[in-house]
C-alpha cells in the first residue's frame, strides 16, 4: 500500500494519502487545509481518488474538503454524529483567528462502526471512537498493521475532551474497547504529532 503523509493547515494536522499499488485507487483522510500540497502529492503518486475520509468534524481536519471533493469528485464520508460541524469551519477557524476558511460540502455518505471500505486490493475498517468528538472514527489498516487515529489517541496523550460534545470518561472507553484490543505492533498514527504503537501507549500513555 501506498502511504504517504505530510503536515497541513496552521495546526498542523497530519493529512494521510492512501493507494493501491496495483490499481492506483487512493483515498485522502483529513484535507485539513493546503489543498496545492494535497493535490500535488496525490498527482505526484498518480492515484485516482476513490473517497474522501474525515476522522472528525473539527475545522483543522476539514479545511480543504472542497477543493479535494470539487477537483476529484469523489465522494465525502464522516460520521453522521459530525455531520453538522461540515457547515461551521469558517466560523469555528474565525474564533481561532484564521480567515477565510471554507465550509465544507455535506457528506455523500455516512461512516459506520466496523465498516469495511475498500480502494482496489486495499481495505479500511472504521472504528467508531467517540469522545473527543462524537462522531470521531479511527481507520484501521489491518493488512499493513498501520490505524490513523485522528485527535482520539496521541503519542503519549490523548484527544482534548473540553471541546462541544466532548467527553473524557467516552474517549477513555474509545480507547480500551477500540484501539487497545489492537496488536501491540500495530503503529497508530494521530492526527497531530509523530506516530507511535498501540502497545507502548497501553504500557506508557499517562491516561492510562
Given at each position: 500500500m501506498i502511504f504517504e503523509q505530510l503536515e497541513v493547515a496552521p495546526l498542523g494536522v497530519n493529512c494521510t494519502v492512501l493507494g493501491c499499488q496495483q490499481?492506483?485507487?487512493?483515498?485522502?483522510?483529513?484535507?485539513?487545509g493546503d489543498a496545492d500540497r494535497i493535490i500535488a502529492l496525490v498527482e505526484r503518486l498518480g492515484l485516482k481518488i476513490s473517497f474522501i475520509l474525515n476522522t472528525h468534524g473539527h475545522f483543522d481536519h476539514v479545511g480543504a474538503n472542497r477543493q479535494l471533493v470539487e477537483r476529484y469528485a469523489a465522494p465525502?464520508?464522516?460520521h453522521a454524529a459530525d455531520a453538522d460541524l461540515l457547515q461551521r469551519v469558517a466560523e469555528v477557524a474565525q474564533r481561532y483567528g484564521i480567515r477565510g476558511g471554507q465550509n465544507s460540502p455535506a457528506a455523500d455518505?455516512?461512516?459506520t462502526d466496523g465498516q469495511e471500505l475498500n480502494f482496489g486490493s486495499c481495505s479500511i475498517k472504521v472504528l467508531h471512537t467517540p469522545g473527543h468528538t462524537p462522531g470521531g472514527c479511527c481507520f484501521y489498516l489491518e493488512a499493513e498493521k498501520r490505524i490513523i487515529t485522528g485527535d482520539t489517541l496521541f503519542a503519549d496523550s490523548i484527544g482534548r475532551t473540553d471541546l462541544p460534545g466532548g467527553s473524557h470518561q467516552q474517549l477513555?472507553?474509545?480507547?480500551?474497547?477500540?484501539?487497545?484490543?489492537?496488536?501491540?505492533?500495530?503503529?497508530a498514527y494521530p492526527g497531530h504529532g509523530e506516530?507511535?504503537?498501540?502497545?507502548?501507549?497501553?504500557q506508557n500513555n499517562p491516561y492510562f
Open positions: 490499481t492506483k485507487l487512493g483515498v485522502v483522510v483529513d484535507p485539513g465525502l464520508l464522516i455518505q455516512f461512516l477513555l472507553a474509545s480507547i480500551r474497547s477500540k484501539l487497545f484490543t489492537l496488536p501491540d505492533d500495530v503503529t506516530a507511535t504503537t498501540i502497545g507502548y501507549e497501553k
